[in-house]
Nanobody, 117 residues
Framework: QVQLVESGGGLVQAGGSLRLSCAAS????????MGWYRQAPGKQRELVTVMTRSGNTNYVDSVKGRFTISRDNTKNTWYLQMNSLKPEDTAVYYC???????????WGQGTQVTVST
């Protein structure tokens, strides 16, 4: 079994920054992909960013230039650096991983990010 534990959410003023962390543990040979999703109240969950094992990244258009995903493979940990935050970034953020050798999909528990006007 694999567990993803995320942290770093909170309340921040518009224009501010926040850094989320996600640490994976358990039966992991390696992580194939890692990423972040978010779900705002009354809206569908959306993919924010994803990183492949090779380091290739993709971002949803609304966060390009503001958010950055990074990783520390030695710790099976990845991060989401969020800069120039906007009220529309307010959501519950979930980290996600596809793990080898099973290629099962795992989720963190979610962390609330609230951006005030």
């Amino acid at each position: 079994q694999v567990q993803l534990v995320e942290s770093g959410g909170g309340l921040v003023q518009a224009g501010g920054s926040l850094r989320l962390s996600c640490a994976a543990s358990g039966s992991i040979f390696s992580i194939n992909t890692m990423g972040w999703y978010r779900q705002a109240p009354g809206k569908q969950r959306e993919l924010v960013t994803v990183m492949t094992r090779s380091g290739n990244t993709n971002y949803v258009d609304s966060v390009k230039g503001r958010f950055t995903i990074s990783r520390d493979n030695t710790k099976n940990t990845w991060y989401l650096q969020m800069n120039s935050l906007k009220p529309e970034d307010t959501a519950v953020y979930y980290c996600n991983a596809v793990v080898r050798p099973t290629y099962n999909n795992y989720w963190g528990q979610g962390t609330q990010v609230t951006v005030s006007t």
